[in-house]
C-alpha cells in the first residue's frame, strides 16, 4: 500500500448505494450490485465503529431533467428522479442522524457538490472508494479525488457495476472492466485493494 489509512483523516465515501441499482424494476438495476451489498455494510460497520468519517453520496436529478447536463446526451431514460423510490438508500445502508449525505448530479462526487469543504472541514485527506458504478462515478470520483491531491484507495471488491453491451467495439464484462480499472488505477491514480485488507487494517486500529 502506498497509503496509510489513519481513522482521523480519512474518509468512506459510499457512493451511490441506491435502490436505482439495487431494485429489479428499475432501469439501472444490475445484479452485480447485489454481490458488493456485504462488503459495502461490512466497512461501513467497521468504519463507524473506529470513528472513521462516513460521508454518503447519493445521486439526483430534477424530474424536469433541467440538470442532467451531458449525461442526457447519451440516454434519455428517467433515473434518480428526486422524490421517487429510486433514489433512496438500500435499507442496509441508511446514514444515521449527524451523518454526512451528499447529493450530487454528476458522475464525480465533487463536481457541484460540497464534499470538497467538508473533507476540508474534518481534515481529511486520504479517501476510501466504495459503491457504483464502477466505470461511471466510482472510478471518476477516484480520478476527481487523485487530481484533487487527495490520497486515494479504491477497494476493488466493493464496488460494481454492470456488464457492458457491445457499443461497436464488442461486449464487455464488469469482471474485464474491473481489471481494466484497477490496473490502470494502481499504476498512478489510486491504491487498489480488497474490503478484506481494509477490514483487517481497521480491526488493527481498535486493539
Known amino acids: 500500500m502506498v497509503y496509510p489509512i489513519d481513522a482521523t483523516t480519512t ?15 428499475r432501469p439501472l438495476y444490475t445484479p452485480n450490485a447485489e454481490k458488493i451489498r456485504g462488503n459495502l455494510v461490512k466497512l461501513r460497520d ?16 430534477k424530474a ?4 442532467l447536463g451531458r449525461m442526457g446526451d447519451f440516454d434519455p431514460t428517467p ?22 449525505v451528499v447529493e450530487k448530479t454528476r458522475y464525480s462526487a465533487f463536481v457541484n457538490t460540497p464534499l470538497r469543504d467538508i473533507l476540508k472541514e ?13 466505470n461511471y462515478c466510482s472510478v471518476t470520483t477516484a480520478r476527481h479525488a487523485h487530481d484533487l491531491d487527495y ?6 471488491d466493493a464496488n460494481a457495476g454492470p456488464d457492458m453491451p457491445d ?10 472492466i474491473m481489471k481494466v480499472t484497477a490496473t490502470s488505477l494502481s499504476a498512478g491514480i489510486a491504491d487498489v485493494t480488497t474490503t478484506a485488507f481494509v477490514l483487517s487494517h481497521l480491526r488493527e486500529m481498535l486493539r
Open 167 to 176: 457499443m461497436g467495439f464488442g461486449a464487455v464484462s464488469h469482471d474485464d
Open 11 to 25: 474518509a468512506l465515501l459510499l457512493i451511490d448505494p441506491q435502490r436505482e441499482y439495487f431494485d429489479d424494476d
Open 79 to 100: 433515473v434518480f428522479i428526486e422524490g421517487t423510490a429510486s433514489v433512496e438508500f438500500i435499507p442496509d445502508l441508511l446514514p444515521t442522524d449527524g451523518e454526512i
Open 64 to 67: 424536469d431533467g433541467s440538470d
Open 122 to 134: 474534518k481534515k481529511i485527506d486520504t479517501v476510501l472508494i466504495t459503491g457504483l458504478m464502477t
Open 46 to 61: 467497521a468504519a463507524r465503529q473506529i470513528g472513521l468519517q462516513v460521508v454518503f453520496v447519493k445521486h439526483v436529478h
Open 151 to 156: 490520497k486515494t484507495i479504491f477497494i476493488v
